[in-house]
């Protein structure tokens, strides 16, 4: 996939779950999630997905409550 | 701390407003062509124009050049543009080159994009300046032409009236009021037009709720020029930050305003301070500063869906108005202008049939909607429209630090040089097709450096320096000879009186012939235009390729350019 075409693809889940609401779109994307698992087809692999989306939320959730850095020029 | 406000430290000129020599209250001369705004678009069409040897009247509304920073990023391909306008110099010297930037996503570095740029350009991928002195190295340049160019200051037109052979204007100044007739007008007044509105025409498109405050800061520091982000920034958690460095130590912080604060209310410095100086804090800027100017900004994508209205053309924000992000707003104006100006002068000459500024509406409009397009994806990041938007964005740049997969969500998409696809002047596309590299047709030059050799003088160049207010044919030859019946099409064509060079690309030295060659010194040329000895590039004067040929004759290029001046 080119970085235009993941643009395109990016701007159509955007516009999408726009479109459900926001009520309806943690089902949507729990859908959209079975869909991905489905086609991906390989355990493992969903398996590491799975991780990184949940460790990127993880850290995130720590980054909370840090205190501001000072960041690199 | 208190809102003690700094000026820019630029003193613009004022000038007066001028009296034409009227009859009854009409101007007694009768214009070929007349512009409406002197912004950098209006003044970038005068003199292109110019360059044609084609004059011009522009009506400025003001009695100098414009207030606040405003737009600040020039790109590579407007600044070819602005050297071949004869006013490269002062952004040389006064504006700050840059080729990249980065993006944060709280504390933690998301992206770090990089324009292209490579040993082959003689132009930075960006430079930034404020639009104050954009304006002023354009009129420097406009008033060097001043027999060419007539600027009238403080003239406000106040009725347009568009005709069949022309268009009459009411003017209004503080010497008093009259009337101009001219053949030609083109509405370069900005995003308010009030050629556009008198003429009864609306821009469409989207116009985006998100508001982002622009606040200009005085400050010294050294960090390097570069474009600088943050989402959600644990100095203003919630929002999203751009920070850019110009000239004469200014600070241009753009930040996104909640969606449940106040327009004035968000302006007023007591609410601005304190989240520039939290921001300032965290990226560890120590020094002392001040506020220079304060504004605030909603992104808007909209355009004419025309920009030829009989004898009214318009250009630059009063064509179109593109999001701030990206910063296609000036870049494409410029461009504009540069599109427009050969054509129009070439019509006034009677070079062209009024058929040739179709085209420029056509490539425009075109080129327009491509800006929006990126303009939109920009502005959906920046200013997320939905709570999708929201939610996908967070997840992006949440993960983009690991994945780098999925860092181009996250690049701004700065400006680039459009290519005229589906152009009515691209000669036939299975000619241009039989290249398996270098640029179409439609598109712009790719620079490269070359020698120039003119009557024996030698001096190193870029290829785009060659390109000038006339068609220019590169004939590609290992030697410089050129085929005796490749002189007879420059001959047939200025019997015509078409401006038209052909300028042969040596692969090796050749010192010895008359006129102009220039040498592919570093070899890299005739691969980047996947050219072979014979090949032969038609550019147009606005330096996009108008057709490309392996084997060509000389009647077919001579028919591909009077296709474009005479269909």
């Known amino acids: 996939m080119i970085e235009s075409e993941l643009d395109s693809v990016y701007t159509q889940l955007c516009k999408t779950m726009t479109n459900i609401g926001e009520t309806q779109s943690s089902l949507f994307l729990a859908r959209f999630a079975l869909l991905a698992v489905a086609e991906i087809g390989d355990a493992a692999t969903v398996q590491r997905l799975i991780a990184d989306a949940s460790e990127a939320m993880d850290s995130a959730q720590k980054m909370d409550t840090t205190s501001p850095t000072v960041l690199p020029v | 701390m208190g809102y003690e406000f700094k000026d820019y430290p630029f003193a613009a000129k004022h000038y007066e407003a001028e009296l034409p020599a009227l009859a009854d209250g009409v101007e007694t001369k009768r214009h070929a062509v007349t512009i409406v ?14 360059n044609h040897g084609v004059a011009s009247v522009v009506i400025e ?38 080729t990249g930037g980065r993006s944060y996503y709280r504390d933690t570095e998301v992206l770090h994009f990089v324009m292209p740029h490579d040993e082959n350009q003689k132009l930075p991928p960006m430079v930034n300046i404020e639009q104050y002195y954009i304006e002023q190295f354009l009129l420097d340049a406009a008033e060097q032409r001043s027999d060419l160019i007539d600027i009238r200051w403080q003239t406000q037109a106040t009725r347009i009236d568009a005709r069949e052979d022309g268009a ?96 004035e209310e968000a302006v007023k410095p007591e ?56 910063v296609r707003g ?44 990126y303009g939109t994806k920009s502005t959906e990041f920046m200013a997320p429209p939905s709570f999708a938007f929201e939610l996908m964005r967070q997840a992006a740049l949440g993960l983009a630090v690991k994945h780098a997969g999925l860092r181009s969500l996250i690049n701004p998409r700065q400006t680039s040089s459009i290519t005229y696809v589906d152009s009515p002047l ?101 691969d980047l235009y996947g050219a072979q000895p014979g090949s032969l590039y038609l550019v147009r004067p606005d330096g996009h390729v108008l057709g490309r040929w392996h084997t060509a004759e000389p009647a077919e290029v001579a028919a591909a350019l009077e296709q474009a001046l005479r269909s």
């Open chain 2, 37 to 50: 705004g002197g912004g950098p678009v209006g003044l970038a069409l005068a003199l292109g124009l110019a």
């Open chain 2, 61 to 98: 509304a003001d009695d100098r050049v414009c207030f606040g920073s405003r737009a600040i990023c020039i790109s590579r391909r407007s600044l070819e543009i602005i050297e071949r306008l004869g006013a490269l110099q002062g952004f040389q010297e006064k504006g700050l080159p840059w």
């Open chain 2, 168 to 263: 009459t204007l009411r003017l209004s100044t503080p010497k008093g009021d009259y009337t101009l007739h001219t053949d030609w007008l083109v509405g370069c007044d900005g995003g308010r037009s009030r050629v556009r509105e008198d003429l009864g025409l609306q821009l469409r498109g989207t116009s985006y709720e998100g508001r982002y405050v622009i606040v200009d800061i005085e400050l010294k520091s050294d960090r390097p020029t570069e474009r600088l982000a943050w989402f959600d920034p644990p100095s203003n958690p919630g929002s999203t930050i751009l920070v850019h460095k110009q000239p004469d130590d200014i600070w241009r912080i753009d930040y996104q305003v909640r969606d449940d604060e106040d327009s």
């Open chain 2, 271 to 326: 609410n601005v301070i304190p989240r520039v100086k939290s921001h300032l804090e965290m990226m560890g800027e120590t020094g002392d500063w001040s506020p220079v100017w304060i504004t605030i900004y909603k992104a808007h994508a909209l355009s004419l869906e025309k920009y030829r209205h009989g004898r009214v053309l318009f250009a630059g924000d009063a064509a179109h108005l593109v999001p701030i992000f990206g």
């Open chain 2, 330 to 373: 000036a870049n494409s104006g410029i461009d504009d202008a540069d599109n427009l100006a050969w054509k129009l002068a070439f019509v006034v000459k009677g070079l062209a049939s009024d058929r040739l500024l179709d085209s420029y509406s056509h490539e425009r409009v075109f080129a327009a909607h491509e800006n929006l397009s």
């Open chain 2, 426 to 526: 691209n000669s036939p596309a299975e000619r241009s097709a039989e290249f398996q590299t270098g640029p179409r047709s439609g598109s712009i030059l790719l620079e490269c450096p070359v020698t120039i050799v003119e009557d024996g003088e030698v001096r190193e160049a870029y290829l785009t320096d060659l390109v000038a207010p006339r068609f220019t044919a590169f004939y590609f030859t290992e030697t410089g000879t050129v085929p005796a019946q490749w002189k007879d099409l420059g001959v047939g064509l200025s019997r015509g009186s078409v401006p038209f060079k052909l300028i042969p690309l040596t692969q090796r030295l050749a010192s010895d012939l008359p006129g102009v060659t220039a040498w592919d010194h570093t070899g890299r040329l005739f």
